[in-house]
């Protein structure tokens, strides 16, 4: 096997790192996971999520999750712009049902870890940066569970009228990781965060002629409609609004067991990943299917999907190859 780079972090990030001081520290060491710190950052939260809370949670699956063996990587698609909610519900559910005892990582983008006191308090909770290697120990070697987003920016900044759309942009290096740590993969769908804004048009184009691709590994700009900006271009934190967090677990998908060990083939990646988009797809589309029928809401969607189009119209996204994700690149 090729020997693997190191994760390529952007000359900016990078930049903003060297400058606070966080290059090299925080989010490299799952040793930074800290319990306590987990268990009152959860005693905030438990006050925004939960179920009755601002944010509604419902999570339906939970004795499929009980049943099985051992640790998996958790794949998600992702939503809800800037403030991740989906992410923060998640965990929130995870612990609130399964408590300290079954500790559960998350891989992300670079950017998060720039600013000194977001790195230290993620880095604490779990967090750490997306980067192949680092995945493998957590799955391999600590034989703990992960969560990962393979769509990144792209999928949590999709059009409204694709909320119920995988969108992984093409980015398989999930399936590697679970072939080569052998561990398997558990597709979680999940809807609600993408209420919380209206995202008219993801900005790939915009994103491409700013040179975002290379400054900070964005593939998007987006154009959307939140509170209290108004009509906003670029990635903003919104202020959302009430929101049920709703998330379904799927079936756990085996990896191979005699040829993880080896170098997985570009056909097995494709057979995973297109198998895993299937059962994340048919999950989604329970959770459409599920949806609290609102004549006004459902009314105001249409014309929603309408604009969309027609924003799409005017700023048009360039598609994105569908490519493996090669070794030092990030997941997200």
């Not at 900005?203 to 959307?224: D, H, S, T, V």
């Amino acid at each position: 096997m090729a020997q693997r780079k190191a994760n390529q972090t952007s000359s900016f990030v990078s930049f903003c790192q060297k400058l606070a001081g966080t290059e090299g520290t925080w989010g490299h060491d799952p040793a930074h996971f800290d319990g306590r710190f987990v268990q009152s950052t959860l005693e905030k939260t438990s006050k925004l999520f939960g179920p009755g809370r601002y944010f509604d949670l419902q999570v339906d699956g939970w004795e499929k999750l009980e049943q099985e063996p051992s640790h998996a990587l958790t794949i998600s698609n992702h939503s809800g712009g800037l403030l991740t909610l989906d992410a923060w519900g998640w965990v929130t559910a995870w612990y609130g049902h399964l408590s300290l005892s079954r500790p559960i990582h998350m891989l992300a983008h670079d950017a998060v870890f720039s600013l000194p006191a977001l790195a230290q308090r993620l880095a604490r909770l779990g967090g750490l940066r997306a980067d192949f290697e680092m995945g493998l120990r957590i799955l391999r070697d600590e034989q703990r569970d992960l969560l990962l987003y393979p769509g990144g920016d792209v999928d949590t900044f999709r059009p409204y009228k694709d909320r119920y759309k995988v969108n992984f942009a093409g980015r398989k290096g999930y399936t590697r990781l679970a072939l080569e740590s052998g561990a398997p993969i558990r597709p979680i769908a999940h809807a609600g965060a993408h209420e919380t804004l209206i995202v008219l048009s993801s900005g790939k184009r915009i994103a491409e002629k700013m040179g975002l691709p290379r400054l900070i590994r964005a593939q998007i700009f987006p154009i959307y409609l939140c509170f209290p900006w108004g009509l906003s271009i670029g990635p903003l934190p919104q202020l959302p609004p009430p929101t049920k967090l709703r998330y379904k677990i799927g079936n756990l998908i085996e990896m191979p067991r005699k040829t993880w060990r080896e170098t997985p083939d570009d056909a097995l990646i494709e057979k995973i990943d297109q198998h895993t988009r299937e059962q994340m797809q048919a999950l989604l589309d329970q959770l459409q299917e599920e949806e609290d029928p609102r004549p006004l809401r459902d009314a105001a969607t249409r014309l929603l999907d309408k604009a969309t189009q027609f924003a799409q119209q005017l700023f048009p996204s360039t598609k994105l190859l569908e490519r493996p994700l090669h070794a030092g690149e990030s997941f997200l």
